[in-house]
Each structure stands twice: as structure tokens, then as C-alpha cells.
């Protein structure tokens, strides 16, 4: 089991950067491929990025192509996601979620484990 803990969500600008973190404990995170999603209100909960549990390979979304990097640090328990030339569109609560599988998943269900989520909010 992994318990997750987001953290580095804000109001910014469109066209400025956040970076999320994701904090998991147990010994067992490098064994957990991981994912953001986001939730607008209104909207079901979209997959953003994903990063097998080795960090071998990543998967985003079109819509964050080119602006968004998932990345982790498995000695230090943490996934992130940079978050660059922000949107107002990208506003929504993200979540980290954590899950085994034998490859990457976009699907919300197939992630086991959530975190809380943090608000990120891109004013116009």
C-alpha cells in the first residue's frame, strides 16, 4: 500500500510555470508506475501524464505535450510534474495516483492509490 500527498499547486499567470510534487510513503513507490490526472469542475477526471515505476518511459497527453514533464525520484518517495507555458485551460485540481501494472494506463480506474489533489488555477 502507498499513501500520496500532493503539494506545489497556485494561481498563476497563462503563460507561467508550476511544478507538482508528489509525496508517497512506504518502501514499496519504485515498485508503483504513477500518474497525474486533473479534475475541472464539471469534468470527469483526465488522465495528464504517466511514468512507469522504473522511470524507463513516460506517456502524456496531447493536450500538455510539449508544456508538461513527469519525472521521479525513486530514493526520495517523489513524482513531479513541471508544468510549463500554463493555460487557463489547465486549471483543475491534479491528483497523483499510483498503481502496479504491466504498462502505462491513461484510465483513472486502473490507478489504485490517490492522493488529495491540489488546486492549480491559471488566471487569464
Known amino acids: 500500500q502507498v499513501q500520496l500527498v500532493e503539494s506545489g499547486g497556485g494561481l498563476v499567470q497563462a503563460g507561467g510555470s508550476l511544478r507538482l510534487s508528489c509525496a508517497a510513503s512506504?518502501?514499496?513507490?519504485?515498485?508503483?508506475?504513477m500518474a497525474w490526472l486533473r479534475q475541472a469542475p464539471g469534468n470527469e477526471r483526465g488522465f495528464v501524464a504517466a511514468?512507469?515505476?522504473?522511470?524507463?518511459?513516460?506517456y502524456l497527453a496531447d493536450s500538455v505535450k510539449g508544456r508538461f514533464t513527469i519525472s521521479r525520484d525513486n530514493a526520495k518517495n517523489a513524482v513531479y510534474l513541471q508544468m510549463n507555458s500554463l493555460k487557463p485551460e489547465d486549471t483543475a485540481a491534479y491528483y497523483c495516483a499510483a498503481t502496479r501494472a504491466s504498462v502505462l494506463h491513461i484510465i483513472a480506474s486502473r490507478y489504485s492509490y490517490w492522493g488529495q489533489g491540489t488546486q492549480v488555477t491559471i488566471s487569464s
Open positions: 511514468i512507469r515505476w522504473n522511470g524507463a518511459s513516460t
Open positions: 512506504g518502501r514499496t513507490f519504485s515498485t508503483y508506475d
